[in-house]
């Protein structure tokens, strides 16, 4: 079984920085995407920022410019560094995780969140 482990949620103030880190343990074979999803109070989860197998990396339009997905392949780590945060940036933060087993079994995989909260 696939688990992620999250780590660097906190307090910061607008306009600081923060990074968060996931890692991933256990036997997949296959990571088709590994990412950030946020869910604030009330609201939906929504996808923050994601790296695919083939390079790509994706970000929610209201993160672009602040936020980078920097990823350490031989540690199957992926980490959101996050800037210039903003109160509507404070949310619980999870790692998510895509991929197949060696027999091709789908897999999907969610951290347990990391809270972040922006507040001066």
């Known amino acids: 079984q696939v688990q992620l482990a999250e780590s660097g949620g906190g307090l910061v103030q607008p306009g600081g920085s923060l990074t968060l880190s996931c890692s991933a343990s256990?036997?997949?074979?296959?990571?088709?995407?590994m990412g950030w999803y946020r869910q604030a109070p009330g609201k939906e989860r929504e996808m923050v920022a994601q790296?695919?197998?083939?390079?790509?990396?994706d970000y929610a339009d209201s993160v672009k410019g602040r936020f980078t997905i920097p990823k350490d392949n031989a540690k199957n780590l992926v980490y959101l560094q996050m800037s210039s945060l903003k109160p509507e940036d404070t949310a619980v933060y999870y790692c998510?995780?895509?991929?197949?087993?060696?027999?091709?079994?789908?897999?999907?995989?969610w951290g347990q969140g990391t809270l972040v909260t922006v507040s001066s």
């Open positions: 256990g036997d997949i074979f296959l990571i088709n995407a």
């Open positions: 790296r695919t197998a083939g390079g790509s990396k």
């Open positions: 998510n995780l895509r991929g197949y087993y060696r027999d091709h079994t789908f897999v999907e995989v």
